[in-house]
């Protein structure tokens, strides 16, 4: 089992640029989840997905963020136009049933300059 | 509605020592609780959950914690502290939907 896979590991960018950040969940998981995490606000739930579907976005900062799970295999964040205050780690995790346990990926360190 | 509340942002304790680390949920039917750590710059690991069946649990790296109901407590302990526990470590509450709520961490610092 490789666990959760994300890509890139690093993302440098300047302001007002695109940024896509990638997950692959844990193979037969049914949940996925994207989670921000900064020194002054902690780690933040963004959104989560139930067999690919959204279920509670209220987490997401604001329209500039948007995901996507078109598949069981894959998810996308994305930040369009990005800013500096986005910069943070951003973690997606996956779950198993019950009990609902979730298992986090090395995490994206996103720096918009 | 479910919550974590963890007792102390920094914990310092000496290598050898007792490593205590005190968590308090609140939660409106029998939860489901687990511990995380974050090693610097990785992901959150789990380092042990409790399901309803045994009330202390063992989790790895020789980490245990104890369910008591009376008390809405899950504290995490290990009874000799190593230099490389030092870490974030994270107490989370689950009611058995999909989501977790984690608490806000807790730094252990281990001293020489």
């Known amino acids: 089992d490789a666990g959760v896979i994300q890509s890139p590991r690093h993302e440098v960018t300047e302001m007002g640029q695109e940024v896509t950040l990638r997950c692959k969940p844990i193979?037969?998981?049914?949940?996925l989840f994207w989670y921000r995490q900064t020194m002054m606000r902690g780690l933040e739930l963004l959104i989560y997905f139930n067999n690919n579907v959204p279920i509670d976005d209220s987490g997401m900062p604001e329209d500039r963020f948007s995901a996507k799970m078109p598949n069981a295999s894959f998810s996308t964040l994305k930040i369009q136009p990005s800013e500096p205050r986005d910069s943070a780690v951003y973690f997606c995790?996956?779950?198993?049933?019950?009990?609902?346990?979730?298992?986090f990926g090395p995490g994206t360190r996103l720096l918009v300059l | 509605a479910q919550s974590v509340t963890q007792l102390g942002s920094h914990v310092s304790v000496s290598e050898g020592a007792l490593v205590l680390l005190r968590c308090n949920y609140s939660s409106s039917v029998p939860p489901y609780l687990f511990w995380y750590v974050q090693y610097p710059n990785q992901g959150l690991q789990l380092l042990l959950k409790?399901?309803?069946?045994?009330?202390l649990v063992k989790g790895i790296n020789g980490f245990e914690a104890e369910f008591k109901k009376s008390e809405t407590s899950f504290h995490l302990t290990k009874p000799s502290a190593h230099m490389s526990d030092a870490a974030e470590y994270f107490c989370?509450?689950?009611?058995?939907?999909?989501?977790?709520?984690f608490g806000k961490g807790t730094r252990l610092h281990i001293l020489p």
């Open positions: 409790y399901t309803s069946a045994a009330t």
């Open positions: 989370a509450v689950s009611e058995g939907d999909d989501k977790i709520i």
């Open positions: 193979s037969g998981h049914n949940s």
């Open positions: 995790a996956s779950s198993s049933p019950v009990p609902p346990t979730q298992y």
